[in-house]
């Protein structure tokens, strides 16, 4: 805060008339004086130190974490918990009758259902049975995950009080409706930094195979007003994983050093003169992305993976981009000290076609994402790894539009929704909280977005209210000035 305050002063008015009046006197005198001098001054003997490694604003967690990273496989466009994992047979019994006014306690509606003459109640096609010791009740859809539910806790009591995609995906992504703070990934970043030097702390994979039902912005991994070396840096699939991170054909290593050498130069020089905090923050970046370009096309090289991960992982997982090649490009980066790494999977958004559309979408990525839990245990890595798989809400427990025997949709539904999570200090094999037996309300330990993050963070050993950043005279944090942490699913 102290360099941003000198920068805004070396600006202001006054100041600025003072230096600029003083600095041409100088000048002219100078040319005078040491006409050579000006032209081109003598090189340094040595070369400028870098700036330090980057250990977070916080130096140490707040307390002794369970967590060194996390993995956020984010299924954008709200998947359906009633025929995924929150069984309720009610539905069934009474399918097609209209959602009774005392279940609904005059929610709003978004307007794709707010006109329509009835809302009937739609049961769940799809067979449940439970699983594992624990007994969790888990979809024929997601058979994979039914095998790993003993390693997971199931959250079914999230809500949220967004309705729509974009302020909701928002709300999740930087504790905000709006844009403009930063991301979740992004905080991680500002408080603990990096274990590794050679990439970033948080990284971003979008899969190429989900339909592009709803937008993804880059806003969503970005660092806000936070310093913007702090912001998600998105892999894709294909030749260059990293946008501008080879070097121009005939331009060497070499070329590419001295010109950084040269360039740091100018940029300390320039900090050292105005006290702009963003100047090393630049100095950080070309760094990173030099080194990048022997530590990414490392990663990506996954000759030295057996055939056993890729079929642990799905078919799929051999194709560059895909859900089932993120997540496995997901462990790889996470064994490397990568802190942050988010996946998004966009399709959810089921309002026809449900159950066609629905398959799809789990066939997709539910082998994938049991085998990414799985591969982490087997590897040592699970208990000091944060796992978290769901979307941005849930889905109605009535169709949208009109119900027919084999087609219905769902609109959206932030009153409730159900989330997982996996390692990283949550208990294993548990279910928290509950829904009443309409899939409508919330009867047992609700879970604010907000008290997610507040866990997310503590799983870290990050307190949550001590996590902040000053921004145009206000301390911002990312709960906001909410959040409180769900103990009941603490280990």
């Not at 709300?171 to 500002?190: C, D, E, H, K, M």
């Not at 894709?236 to 050498?261: F, H």
């Not at 905090?277 to 630049?282: A, E, G, I, T």
């Not at 949709?409 to 279910?431: L, S, V």
Request: proline content about 6%; glycine content about 10%; hydrophobic content about 35%.
């Amino acid at each position: 805060m102290k360099n941003e305050q000198q920068w805004v002063d070396a600006l202001n008015r006054r100041s600025f008339l003072t230096k600029a009046s003083l600095g041409l006197g100088s000048l002219a005198l100078g040319t005078l004086l040491f006409p050579k001098h000006l032209i081109s001054g003598p090189k340094p003997s040595a070369p400028t130190p870098l700036p330090p490694a980057d250990t977070g604003l916080l130096g140490a967690p707040h307390f002794v974490p369970k967590a060194k990273r996390v993995v956020y496989l984010f299924q954008s466009g709200g998947p359906s918990q009633l025929e995924l994992f929150d069984y309720k047979p009610t539905l069934t019994k009474m399918h097609g009758q209209d959602l009774p006014a005392s279940v609904r306690q005059g929610q709003r509606l978004t307007s794709m259902s707010a006109f329509q003459s009835s809302l009937p109640m739609v049961g769940s096609p799809y067979q449940f049975a439970q699983h594992g010791k624990s007994g969790a009740w888990v979809s024929e859809l997601m058979p994979y995950t039914s095998k790993v539910v003993d390693d997971l806790c199931f959250v079914k009591s999230m809500y949220t009080e967004q309705i729509n995609h974009d302020p909701a995906l928002t709300f999740f992504q930087t504790g905000n409706q709006l844009a403009g703070r930063p991301s979740i990934g992004s905080w991680v970043s500002y408080g603990l930094g990096s274990e590794n030097e050679n990439l970033p702390a948080f990284i971003v994979l979008v899969s190429k195979n989900a339909p592009q039902d709803q937008p993804l912005y880059a806003r969503l991994w970005g660092n806000g007003f936070l310093p913007s070396k702090y912001q998600g840096v998105q892999f894709r699939s294909g030749a260059d994983p990293v946008l501008y991170l080879t070097d121009p054909e005939g331009y060497g290593k070499t070329d590419r050093r001295d010109m950084l050498d040269a360039l740091r130069d100018l940029n300390l020089a320039q900090a050292e003169w105005s006290g702009d905090p963003d100047v090393s923050n630049r100095i950080a970046q070309y760094e990173m992305a030099f080194r990048m370009q022997t530590s990414v096309p490392e990663v990506n090289d996954l000759s030295d993976e057996p055939d056993w991960v890729f079929d642990l992982y799905g078919a799929d997982s051999r194709e560059p981009g895909t859900y089932a090649a993120n997540c496995l490009m997901a462990r790889r980066l996470l064994e490397r000290g990568v802190k942050f790494v988010q996946l998004y999977h966009q399709g959810w958004d089921q309002h026809g076609n449900l159950p066609k559309a629905l398959a799809g979408q789990c066939k997709a990525t539910d082998q994938a994402s049991a085998a990414l839990v799985q591969d982490l245990k087997q590897r040592g890595l699970l208990d000091d790894t944060l796992v978290v798989w769901g979307g941005e809400f849930g889905r109605t427990n009535y169709s949208q539009g009109k119900l027919t025997k084999d087609n219905y949709g769902r609109d959206h539904h932030p009153r409730c929704f159900t989330m997982w999570m996996a390692g990283g200090g949550i208990k294993p094999g548990i279910t928290y909280g509950e829904t009443d037996e309409f899939g409508y309300n919330i009867v047992r330990n609700p879970v604010h977005v907000h008290d997610f993050q507040a866990t997310l963070l503590y799983a870290l050993g990050i307190d949550h209210e001590k996590l902040t950043y000053e921004f145009q005279g206000r301390r911002f944090r990312l709960t906001d000035v909410e959040g409180k942490l769900v103990k009941g699913i603490l280990a």
